[in-house]
């Protein structure tokens, strides 16, 4: 492959990028701006948010919840978020007695509680246990906030009133992935100022 050429590809993926995030912009700010403010008003009460995600999403679930009980970017005290992805003890436990379909679903039972947020991720929207892990959310009481792609998948079809779906406007994984991130990074920012304005 000539160099030119390689340049070209490169400069394609962040043209897609850019255009990926002002599509979405378009469509999903006011339900980003609603979906910051109920987080950011029961984490003020009090709950907690749980997250979810396989591979990319994954690493997006513990990103936002190491947001939350550290700092985004400015000096404030923790906040409750935890990333279901991360007890190994548990994933694997769980995955071999019972099925991978249900790792996140069990421990969603078992630490959420009513009024407690469940951020679920799947790039699809079809991730079967991220799909489990809504529904237990749903029997606990919780809110969903999914962020998702493509068209929604079977999580578009399966949120209730109250829930809130952060779909990118792509059909690429990657692009997906990387608005995904700009959603995660609103949702800290939105917080941090709603409940920790600078003075």
Do not use: W
């Not at 799947?122 to 009481?141: F, L, M, W």
């Amino acid at each position: 492959m000539k160099e030119t050429n390689l340049e070209e590809r490169l400069r394609g993926h962040f043209e897609a990028s850019i255009q990926a995030k002002r599509d979405t912009q378009a469509a999903m700010l006011p339900v980003l701006l609603k979906a910051a403010r109920h987080l950011a008003a029961q984490l003020k009460g009090g709950k907690k948010v749980l997250a979810c995600g396989n591979g990319g999403s994954a690493a997006d679930s513990q990103h936002f919840a190491a947001e939350l009980t550290g700092r985004y970017e400015r000096e404030r005290p923790g906040l409750a978020g935890i990333a279901l992805t991360t007890d190994t003890s548990a994933l694997t436990a769980i995955g071999n007695d019972y099925s991978y379909d249900v790792v996140f679903s069990k421990q969603v039972h078992a630490l959420g509680q009513a009024g407690d947020i469940l951020l679920a991720i799947s790039t699809s929207g079809n991730s079967a246990n991220v799909v489990k892990a809504i529904d237990a959310a749903h029997e606990r009481k919780m809110t969903v906030i999914a962020l998702t792609g493509k068209d929604g998948g079977a999580i578009a079809k399966q949120l209730k009133a109250g829930d809130f779906e952060l779909r990118a406007a792509s059909k690429v994984t990657a692009r997906v992935q990387e608005v995904h991130l700009v959603f995660l990074h609103c949702l800290c920012d939105a917080i941090d100022e709603i409940l920790f304005p600078r003075a």
